[in-house]
């Protein structure tokens, strides 16, 4: 059987265990019907021209785990921000462990999907958000909100700060030969709050495994969130990542990506700016070897007049690795005085590493400013010849040089810890130490 | 047997050198000894081959020795890469320093000096060392501190860019150090500053390649010898009054008795 109709076999074995009386659970029929009239995307639509998922699915993937496996803290530490304190939502094998985790209800609320989505008291957020801005009609969405039961659940009141940046974990273990994991989760920012999520998602064996994520975040006026997505998984991890994000007005929402690792990636980021004097930042990092792939797949609509976009993403690929990054920016008619500005700039350290890299302007409105620019190019001898010129041996010499094309988008983190943790893997990556942290 | 002939050994020995960049000759044969505790200073009119000879000297890549070679205290230089170079005494001052976002100054000297100390066998300089080391040269260079924790070259002014390779190379104090074109770019103060710096780490043991257009600034860095470069050739050689003479009636003189 092909993984499409498992998945599509496997809701009714689902459906035993979510409560279809529920108002979201029409969301999710609705959606399985999508998913199967269209299945898994091909590489003959646009948008998938480049990456393929066609191997993936002749995986026999697990759909539910088949027990709870547990994990002891020390084993797993070194995947957690440790140096600072955090609230923690953590999954093993896409089920909640309490054990790992530090929820609060303490003026916000950092907690479950699953609690969300069966207590009364979240019922009428659940009711407002719920698969509001996430598309009824791209099918990998429609599948994960077919599957939606757990995830991570977050909601910020008006004028509300978590005292403390939130980390929501995903670990894989192995227990399952192969595993499908499709967490849902929801983020509410209401007006003038404020957020930090640092995401990531890890498998601790070499089982193969799937995650096809859907994050939805609304961000009311004057609501600032950063989210940073680490994507430092093992070479059996494949991840699909869809993230929705609407904006009010006058919010500023920021999310850096940083893609070290994993088998195949694909993010689709998608922004919605539904209000004025909106700041819409994206930023990456990629840094791949092996046979590893990165899909960046972003998008900006500017519906309303007087916002800006940024975009700035920096690829550094070696050994077969393959890139690529695709920048739509939508700006309507109505969406005057917009400043949407794209930047991608790949770097290729070996002759057999390849990256495509697409921008993709839509623009209806005529007093804009929209710019955009991919270069894609090797390290420039020169600066290399400088350093080494200093006794910088060529190696490490290569190392700065990539560490310093990389670092425009390190100096918007805002977090210094996760910043030194992200040069460290940096450095890690490029196989250098240069005696100070990069 | 070696032994005895150490002290006859020149510091740099180019020896009828040719190179290039792919086909096209850049280098036509030059020779040139420099020895310990001399100024030379390599004077030409653009294009004559001048910031290719110190890229060879220290190393780059992209060139291409057809003929001759460069020899450093008896060693021919030939295999050795541009750190090599560097780890054996051989400091480049650059025309364009290159920007390095994200590293500061200091983190890149510290850097710079461990690596080659590390090449010699040695420990990395211990903090405080090097901290003083810091504070003493970049006090004589008149360089604020606020600078060494600036990003490498980044929004550096031509005349910050030019103190801070100097800078590096009192951090560094090579044996053999070439400036190139180390003037240009510079007012007349910053000029003064440069100039002290590189007088400050003139000794009997080191040696230095002053590489200018302009005799300007051998006024401040007074050179032994003075050599006309033209046509990727030395095409004449005096002391300092031969600076004094190009400055006065231009290269063409040279030009029309090398055509001779």
């Known amino acids: ?438 | 047997m070696d032994n005895i002939y150490i002290k006859n050994v020149k510091m740099l020995k180019i020896n009828n050198l040719h190179a290039g960049i792919e086909d096209n000759e850049i280098l036509k044969g030059i020779n040139l000894e420099v020895n310990a505790g001399e100024v030379h200073a390599i004077m030409g009119p653009n294009g004559s081959g001048k910031s290719t000879l110190a890229a060879v000297i220290a190393g780059k890549e992209e060139y291409e020795i057809t003929k001759g070679k460069v020899v450093l205290d008896g060693e021919d230089l030939e295999d050795a890469s541009p750190e090599e170079r560097a780890h054996k005494g051989v400091f480049l001052s650059f025309q364009y320093p290159v920007e390095i976002p994200g590293v500061s100054v200091t983190n890149f000297i510290k850097t710079a000096i461990n690596e080659t100390r590390k090449a010699k066998g040695l420990e990395d300089m211990p903090a405080n060392e090097m901290l003083k080391l810091l504070r003493e040269k970049s006090e004589s260079l008149e360089i604020d501190r606020k600078f060494l924790s600036r990003s490498l070259n980044v929004g550096f002014s031509g005349g910050e860019k030019k103190r801070n390779e100097i800078f590096q190379m009192a951090m560094l104090e090579p044996k053999l150090a070439i400036l190139d074109e180390t003037d240009s770019g510079l007012d007349i103060d910053a000029l003064r500053i440069v100039a002290n710096g590189v007088n400050k780490l003139k000794s009997k043991d080191n040696a230095i390649i002053v590489i200018t257009h302009y005799q300007r600034l051998l006024d401040y860095i007074v050179p032994d010898f003075v050599h006309v470069l033209h046509e990727g050739k030395i095409v004449k050689s005096g002391d300092k009054e031969l600076a004094h003479e190009l400055e006065e009636k231009g290269y063409d003189w040279i030009k029309q008795e090398a055509a001779v």
């Not at chain 1, 995401?199 to 006026?221: C, G, K, P, W, Y």
């Open chain 1, 1 to 438: 059987m092909d993984l499409k109709d498992k998945l599509v076999s496997s809701f009714m074995a689902f459906e035993n265990n979510v409560d279809v009386e529920h108002p979201v659970h029409d969301i999710r029929s609705e959606a399985i019907k999508n998913f199967e009239e269209k299945g898994f995307p091909t590489k003959k639509e646009e948008a998938w021209k480049y990456t393929s998922l066609k191997s993936l699915q002749k995986v026999d993937f697990s759909i539910f785990p088949k027990e709870v496996n547990a994990l002891e803290y020390k084993d797993v530490k070194k995947f957690f921000l440790h140096e600072i304190d955090t609230y923690k939502i953590v999954f093993i094998d896409g089920i909640y462990s309490s054990f790992l985790s530090e929820t609060t209800h303490d003026g916000v609320d950092i907690c479950l999907m699953s609690a969300a989505l069966s207590k009364p008291m979240y019922k009428q957020v659940i009711d407002v958000y719920f698969n509001k801005i996430a598309s009824k009609d791209e099918s990998l969405t429609t599948l994960n909100t077919a599957f939606s039961r757990e995830g991570a659940y977050i909601y910020i009141p008006k004028n509300k700060m978590p005292k403390k940046p939130i980390e929501i974990l995903h670990f894989s273990t192995g227990n399952e030969a192969s595993l499908m994991l499709q967490p849902r989760s929801l983020i509410v920012v209401e007006e003038n709050a404020e957020l930090q999520v640092i995401e990531r998602h890890q498998s601790l064996t070499t089982n193969e495994v799937l995650t096809n994520a859907v994050t939805e975040i609304f961000a009311a006026e004057n609501a600032i969130v950063d989210y940073y997505k680490v994507q430092n998984d093992s070479k059996t991890a494949s991840l699909i990542d869809n993230t929705y994000i609407n904006q009010k007005s006058k919010s500023v929402v920021k999310v850096h990506t940083f893609s070290f690792g994993g088998k195949l990636t694909r993010n689709n980021l998608n922004f919605f700016q539904n209000g004025e004097y909106i700041d819409s930042t994206m930023k990456g990092v990629t840094i791949l070897g092996y046979k590893q792939h990165v899909d960046h797949h972003t998008l900006v609509h500017h519906i309303e007049p007087n916002c800006e976009s940024h975009q700035d993403y920096k690829g550094i690929y070696g050994e077969n690795s393959t890139g690529v990054f695709n920048g739509k920016i939508i700006v309507d008619k109505i969406a005057q005085k917009t400043n949407a500005f794209q930047q991608n700039n790949n770097i290729l350290i070996s002759d057999k590493a390849t990256i495509n890299t697409k921008p993709q302007l839509e623009i209806f409105a005529d007093d804009v400013k929209c710019s955009h620019g991919c270069t894609i190019g090797q390290l420039d001898e020169d600066a290399l010849f400088y350093l080494q010129s200093r006794g910088i041996p060529k190696k490490e010499a290569r190392a700065l040089l990539m560490y310093a094309f990389a670092n425009n988008v390190l100096e918007s983190v805002r977090i210094p810890e996760l910043k030194s943790r992200i040069k460290k893997l940096i450095a890690e990556k490029l196989g250098v130490s240069l005696g100070f942290d990069l």
